[in-house]
């Protein structure tokens, strides 16, 4: 009998089995029960089988794979239930033969291993093979064996039951068994959470929705199937990002659904030109942070895109792969790899700039760093409430010493929009809050980008690694006197002084570079001395010439003199501010302006009076920014 049908297939296999006019014996592999190929080819009369054969393997492989809750077991079972339907509907013969096998067998049992048992029972009963692996297809012709081959067809894009969840302004859905749906509506800045069902829905409409999610993501070109374990799976379908979970991992069938409302040029964004200038040109090591649902992937995507459109060759990391990007963009999934994999490829394949989206593990982080140190421009996604935590979660994974390097910008997005940016260097200083020269180290420094101010020290305290604020401290009138004290001391060596004292015991001095030299002495013996001779610990640095320009630049006013009191007016640009006032070059005093732009002076008091004479005089009276080591002030009479 055997050998009489594998004649007829024979015979049959020249003019292809898919379309046979006459009842033959079917053997399917994994493949097409999976992707419900073969129910359809019957149905649709494509296929009209005298039996239907399946290998208690295939079976007993569904079973484990239902039983650890994955989308394969739930699908293939299905499947079975609708072939034995059809056997009732149209007359043929479902059978189960084969070894089922033992139970330390299937444990790992692999899905290759299904279809080899799936070809040999077909030789052995004189079936034609059904499959859609090109692969399988081609070993069992290479064995003699009658093969059906039948492509799965791309499925049209019909409309999901999940989508009639969803409307225009509809950021995520969230669906759970025994409860009515729910979305969040509206943007990263403004949203709204509210009920989209009346009714709540049953373990059997979940059970649904995610059989027809998974059923469309292994046969859409725009559909994966990301990661799938015991009891969850996530599933990138289109513009979706779909989470599946089941108990026992959860106490009852979920589906959370996440899709991106907005898509956003880095115009957009309105960066100013300064940051657009850094992540152009020199920003190799950038972190995008924010808390969940901020914006972040939706600036990265728009980074890429920039990146993209001015000739730059770009790829992204993903897990899932949920940007929205254009087909010249090469993205790949972390989920169906591995870090070294991931670490090949884009090493061979150089691209200039690569996003790492959603970095959540230490391998993650290594990788970037590895990337980073091998000169990849990489751009990383990570999960922050600061700006500073992004750094953060780097510590204890990366060397302290090397952060810098892999690192040189921090962008925060929140509520759709950059709100803060930070920038990172190395140095060796003392650390702010001490003293004693002793005790520098190397520090990293993160300064605001956009105002340079220093925000944060990273360095290391024993066995510890500190994150410290550094907080803006108001000078005290006697730090003030110091401060002036110790430039009158370095005027012997240069006019162009100032200095700065950061505590009782310490004070940083900038200079000009020709003088530096001259203060320092051979081998430091000078500033040594004079360090006794102040009792003081002192930094000596080189002077920024355009600051202390901008520092020195002149202020328009006018000057009124009134009977008590000296009237001095600005722009109100400097209302609350400190100006200083200096007579032939030399310094008189501090104020403060008010807050229409007015800084008055008594009369009565000596500083008034020589103000009044060197106006009455006509002398060269100059309004200027006020230097931070002045510490005194007087405030203006409003």
């Known amino acids: 009998m055997a050998a009489k049908a594998r004649r007829r297939l024979s015979d049959k296999a020249e003019s292809g089995i898919a379309d046979a006019s ?16 073969l129910s359809k080819g019957i149905a649709a009369a494509r296929l009209r089988p005298e ?3 399946l290998h208690e393997a295939l079976v007993a492989f569904l079973e484990r794979e239902s039983n650890e809750n994955r989308a394969a077991g739930f699908l293939g079972l299905r499947e079975i239930e609708r072939l034995r339907g059809l056997a009732e509907k149209t007359g043929f013969k479902l059978d189960f033969l084969g070894e089922r096998p033992r139970q330390h067998d299937l444990i790992n049992m ?12 077909a030789f052995e009963e004189g079936a034609a093979l059904v499959t859609s692996n090109v692969l399988v297809k081609r070993l069992a012709e290479a064995k ?12 049209a894009e019909k409309r999901l039951k999940l989508e009639g969840f969803f409307d225009e302004s509809t950021m995520s859905i969230h669906l759970k068994e025994g409860v009515a749906a729910w979305a969040k509506k509206g943007y990263p800045s403004s949203w709204s959470f509210s009920p989209v069902s009346k009714k709540a829905l049953s373990r059997e409409d979940i059970q649904e929705i995610s059989r027809e999610i998974i059923e469309n993501a292994k046969v859409r070109d725009d559909g994966f199937v990301e990661i799938e374990r015991q009891c969850s799976t996530i599933v990138q379908l289109g513009s979706f990002r779909i989470v599946i979970s089941m108990p026992p991992l959860s106490d009852g069938w979920e589906i959370t659904a996440v899709r991106p409302v907005k898509r956003l040029s880095l115009a957009d964004y309105r960066l100013s030109e300064k940051l657009m200038k850094r992540v152009s040109e020199q920003a190799e090591g950038i972190l995008i942070a924010g808390s969940p649902g901020a914006g972040k992937s939706t600036f990265a995507q728009a980074l890429a895109e920039y990146y993209f459109n001015n000739n730059r060759i770009v790829k992204t990391v993903e897990a899932p ?9 090469t993205r790949y999934s972390i989920s169906h790899g591995d870090q070294q994999e991931i670490h090949d490829i884009l090493l061979l394949s150089r691209p200039d700039y690569t996003v790492f989206d959603e970095m959540r593990n230490t391998p993650d982080f290594q990788l970037f760093a590895d990337m980073r140190l091998a000169g990849i421009g990489i751009v990383g996604v990570v999960h922050a409430t600061k700006a500073v935590d992004a750094i953060q979660r780097f510590i204890g994974r990366i060397e302290l010493g090397v952060i810098p390097q892999i690192i040189d910008t921090v962008i925060f997005v929140k509520d759709g929009f ?3 940016v930070l920038s990172l260097n190395m140095t060796v200083k003392v650390p702010s809050g001490m003293s004693e020269a002793d005790l520098a180290r190397p520090v990293v420094v993160v300064n605001d980008f956009e105002t340079k101010k220093l925000e944060f020290e990273i360095y290391s305290y024993g066995e510890e690694t500190v994150v410290m604020p550094v907080r803006d401290t108001q000078k005290s009138p006697v730090q003030g006197l110091a401060a002036r004290a110790v430039e009158g001391f370095f005027k012997q060596y240069s006019d162009d002084v100032r200095a700065e004292m950061l505590s009782e015991h310490s004070c940083v001095v900038h200079l000009p570079s020709q003088a530096i030299a001259k203060v320092i002495g051979r081998q430091g013996k000078n500033i040594e001395q004079i360090e006794k001779s102040l009792g003081i610990s002192i930094d000596v640095r080189e002077m920024d010439t355009k600051s202390e320009d901008n520092r020195n630049k002149r202020i328009m ?3 009124k003199i009134t009977k008590k009191h000296v009237v001095l007016s600005v722009d109100s640009v400097f209302s609350n501010k400190n100006l200083s006032i200096y007579i032939e070059g030399d310094y008189l005093m501090s104020a403060n302006v008010g807050k229409q732009g007015v800084v008055k002076i008594s009369r009565k008091n000596k500083i008034g009076k020589v103000l009044v004479d060197a106006i009455n005089m006509k002398e060269d009276v100059a309004l200027k920014p006020a230097s931070s080591c002045n510490g005194l002030e007087t405030r203006s009479e409003s």
């Open 144 to 155: 003699g064996i009658a093969v059906v081959f039948l492509e799965a067809k791309r499925a």
């Open 51 to 53: 039996q239907v054969i």
């Open 557 to 559: 006013f006018d000057a």
């Open 321 to 329: 792969r949920d940007l929205v990007l254009p087909n010249g963009i």
């Open 110 to 121: 692999a899905s290759w291993e299904i279809d080899s048992l799936a070809r040999a029972l």
């Open 22 to 37: 006459r009842p033959v014996a079917l053997v399917p592999d994994l493949s097409v029960i999976t992707d419900r190929l």
């Open 418 to 420: 950059v709100s803060k």
